[in-house]
């Protein structure tokens, strides 16, 4: 690790600074989002539709950057591969990362392929030990390249395997703590998997270590009867706020963002649902100090990094 890294964990528990409340920013709201305020505090860019050269994704977001701390979030790293590591994938995401210097750069504890053929799929993994040494092993070569800690996501899931030997969340804790990685905990995700599998969501919750925790998703998911699918083009429904609730209780501060991916609404919406979220978060727990809230970060300086000597 480089010394940036240890610069960019920040708060006394080692977890980067709180961001607030943010949204994805899709291709649907450039213009909004460049032509005024609004009432986010930072947006999550998907680290493949920037990983070009030219042309107006790395304008748009230059300029956001500008005003907004940015994260940088991942589909494609597939770290429960058994395929070699694309390098040539972790060179393009390191130097998006050094342009834009993220508040922090996320990806999903899943493989999305094997053979050369993508599945074009987040697949869960089998929870067992073999399979954490293997990811663990990949995660400390990844973190190596980029020079800094990345945060993994509990992807949702519709199969699961015979031979898993441990519940996700505590493969997902035992990844974190072994490679010092951080966890983005997707509530949705949680709820979507807890009723496929007909698991406790919070019994997950309590599996997982508050100082791990980096960022929260949450989403809106479609309800197909036999099982729930996580579509991302709907409103969050109140039992996921509710476990959001529990979750805010449990881990305290951690940045929150709004995924919204098909039917995207106006950029309104948005908001309203990232306000929403903010408004929990405030009647659950007192609102932290403003010098604890990380505002736009100058360019060229780290987010994270705002408010700290
Ligand atoms: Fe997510």
Not at 60 to 83: A, F, K, N, Q
Not at 224 to 235: E, F, N, S, V
Request: proline content about 8%.
């Amino acid at each position: 690790m480089n010394p940036d890294t240890v610069q960019s964990l920040d708060r006394s528990d080692g977890r980067p600074s709180f961001l607030g409340h943010g949204v994805g920013l899709r291709r649907d709201h450039f213009e909004r989002v460049l032509s005024g305020p609004t009432v986010v505090d930072w947006f999550e860019v998907l680290s493949e539709n920037f990983m070009v050269e030219g042309g107006r994704p790395p304008d748009v977001l230059t300029r956001v950057r500008e005003r907004y701390p940015v994260v940088l979030h991942g589909v494609s790293l597939s770290i429960g591969s058994t395929d070699p590591l694309d390098e040539a994938y972790l060179d393009r995401l390191d130097a998006l990362a050094r342009r834009f210097q993220p508040a922090w750069v996320s990806d999903h504890l899943c493989w999305t392929g094997v053979g050369g053929r993508n599945a074009h799929d987040l697949l869960p993994l089998p929870y067992t030990e073999a399979a954490l040494d293997h990811v663990v092993a990949r995660l400390q070569r990844v973190q190596e390249r980029l020079g800094r800690p990345i945060a993994l996501e509990n992807v949702s899931s519709y199969v699961a395997y015979k031979h898993s030997a441990l519940p996700e969340w505590e493969f997902l804790a035992e990844v974190a703590r072994r490679s010092g990685c951080g966890i983005l905990l997707d509530i949705n995700n949680i709820y979507v998997s807890a009723r496929n599998h007909g698991f406790d969501p919070r019994v997950y919750l309590q599996g997982i270590p508050p100082h791990k925790v980096w960022q929260f998703h949450l989403a809106g998911h479609s309800d197909k009867g036999a099982y729930l699918l996580d579509t991302h083009d709907h409103p969050v429904i109140d039992p996921v706020w509710d476990l959001y609730r529990e979750a805010i209780l449990k881990f305290g501060p951690v940045s929150t963002l709004i995924e919204w991916d098909d039917r995207i609404p106006a950029f309104e919406r948005l908001e309203q649902e990232s306000q929403r979220a903010r408004a929990i978060h405030d009647e659950t727990l007192p609102r932290p100090a403003e010098s604890a809230v990380v505002t736009a970060a100058p360019a060229g300086r780290p987010a994270g990094l705002g408010t700290q000597p």
